[in-house]
């Protein structure tokens, strides 16, 4: 039984495309053409996970940890892609803005995560899951139309480690 922890960098985003308006309100994008969002986000993150080693052989042990995380965002871009709406002119142009900020999402975000691994002596390669937990849709005016409503992380990742 371990306790793991550390302090991790962690890209997070998506790209969705759909038909405008996407769920949103205000008519930013022409009805009903193809749009696409693209949206990045860098995250300082501290997982604090439980951890148990299940012996398989002298050398090879099955890996099993679980347990919150916390992060900040700390940058990051999102672009939205397609027939925008600028008063009474139509233009297909992309506009970008910050992926945190007053109109973008909120920079603090916590979940779950957990993971599987074989470690093979100082070699361990593993699996993981985060499931955010908190709604990091903003609060204010929303710029870009994925954002509406609720917006929550959620992360899969393959791991290969060496310990010293």
């Not at 962690?10 to 193809?34: D, H, N, Q």
């Not at 999402?105 to 995560?113: K, N």
Request: charged residues 15%.
């Amino acid at each position: 039984l371990f306790l793991q922890s550390g302090l991790a960098f962690s890209m997070k985003g998506t790209r969705v495309e759909g038909a405008a308006p996407l769920g949103f309100s205000e008519r930013i994008l022409y009805p009903g053409k193809e749009a696409v969002l693209t949206s990045n986000q860098l995250y300082l993150q501290v997982p604090v996970y439980v951890g148990y080693k299940i012996g398989i052989s002298s050398s090879t042990k099955l890996v099993l940890t679980g347990g919150p995380y916390f992060a900040h965002g700390i940058g990051g871009k999102s672009q939205l892609t397609g027939d925008i709406i600028y008063g009474d002119m139509i233009d297909y142009s992309t506009l970008k803005e910050p992926t945190f900020g007053s109109r973008g999402l909120q920079s603090l975000d916590y979940g779950i995560g957990s993971g599987i691994g074989v470690e093979i002596g100082r070699t361990i390669v593993g699996v993981s899951y985060e499931l955010g937990l908190k709604n990091i849709a903003p609060t204010g005016l929303v710029y870009f139309p994925f954002y509406n409503g609720s917006y929550k992380n959620r992360n899969a990742s393959l791991s290969l480690e060496y310990k010293f």
